[in-house]
């Protein structure tokens, strides 16, 4: 068997890795060969070669590194949807733009998605127009929590109060310019968990 290069191994042992990290699993010889520039069968000598050595650990099938081992069951996809509307009501779009990966040591269990904050309600709370907000799914909230609240098909992101003396819900917008929004009723989406957000 020829000697193989070690420039390929580490470049296999890359895309492994970035395969890994955007799709939560191994990518098969076929999707290693294309996106290293080799054969197929030159794909998998490679593999079995590095499992020898130690660089990566191969079965046939899965394949995994360090890096991937660290990754595993750490990191939590994410789908990144629409706007999500931080002044009126606004109709929400569920169009997933991609996913994303976020580690679960910073951002908690759960299942999450992100909403991309339009308008100007959220300010005061550190949400601003273009921000992107982590929500964890979820269908209920404590008082003072900022949720993504449905009202007649319409989300919007307040913050969360219940109002039992008269019966209704207080969405307050964190905007000393704007007044808060009164409902009987309403359907939580989930709670805003974080702020990602570009530092000018």
Same mark, same amino acid.
């Given at each position: &068997?020829?000697?193989?290069?070690?420039?390929? &191994?580490?470049? *296999?042992?890359?895309?492994?890795?970035?395969?890994?990290?955007?799709?939560?699993?191994?990518?098969?010889?076929?999707?290693? =060969?294309?996106?290293?520039?080799?054969?197929?069968?030159?794909?998998?000598?490679?593999?079995?070669?590095?499992?020898?050595?130690?660089?990566?650990?191969?079965? /046939?099938?899965?394949?995994?590194?360090?890096?991937?081992?660290?990754?595993?069951?750490?990191?939590?996809?994410? $789908?990144?949807?629409?706007?999500?509307?931080?002044?009126?009501?606004?109709?929400?779009?569920?169009?997933?733009?991609?996913?994303?990966?976020?580690?679960?040591?910073?951002?908690?269990?759960?299942?999450?998605?992100?909403?991309?904050?339009? /308008?100007?309600?959220?300010?005061?709370? /550190?949400?601003?127009?273009?921000?992107?907000?982590?929500?964890?799914?979820?269908?209920?909230?404590?008082?003072?929590?900022?949720?993504?609240?449905?009202?007649?098909?319409? $989300?919007?992101?307040?913050?969360?109060?219940?109002?039992?003396?008269?019966?209704? *819900?207080?969405?307050?917008?964190?905007?000393?310019?704007?007044?808060?929004?009164?409902?009987?009723?309403?359907?939580?989406?989930?709670? =805003?968990?974080?702020?990602?957000?570009?530092?000018?």
């Amino acid at each position: &068997m020829r000697s193989k290069s070690i420039e390929t &191994m580490n470049k *296999i042992k890359e895309y492994i890795e970035r395969y890994y990290l955007d799709h939560y699993q191994s990518p098969s010889t076929a999707r290693i =060969a294309e996106g290293v520039g080799i054969g197929r069968s030159t794909a998998y000598k490679y593999l079995v070669e590095m499992n020898e050595r130690g660089m990566i650990s191969y079965d /046939g099938k899965n394949i995994s590194t360090d890096i991937i081992e660290q990754s595993s069951h750490k990191l939590i996809r994410a $789908a990144v949807l629409g706007n999500i509307s931080c002044g009126l009501p606004n109709l929400a779009e569920e169009n997933i733009e991609e996913y994303v990966s976020l580690p679960e040591s910073l951002f908690g269990s759960g299942e999450f998605y992100i909403l991309r904050a339009s /308008g100007e309600s959220m300010i005061e709370a /550190g949400i601003n127009d273009g921000d992107l907000v982590v929500i964890r799914k979820q269908s209920c909230a404590e008082d003072g929590e900022i949720v993504v609240a449905l009202v007649d098909d319409e $989300a919007t992101l307040k913050r969360f109060y219940k109002d039992d003396e008269h019966k209704r *819900i207080i969405l307050h917008p964190e905007n000393r310019t704007m007044n808060d929004i009164y409902v009987d009723n309403c359907i939580l989406q989930g709670v =805003a968990v974080k702020v990602i957000k570009d530092l000018r």
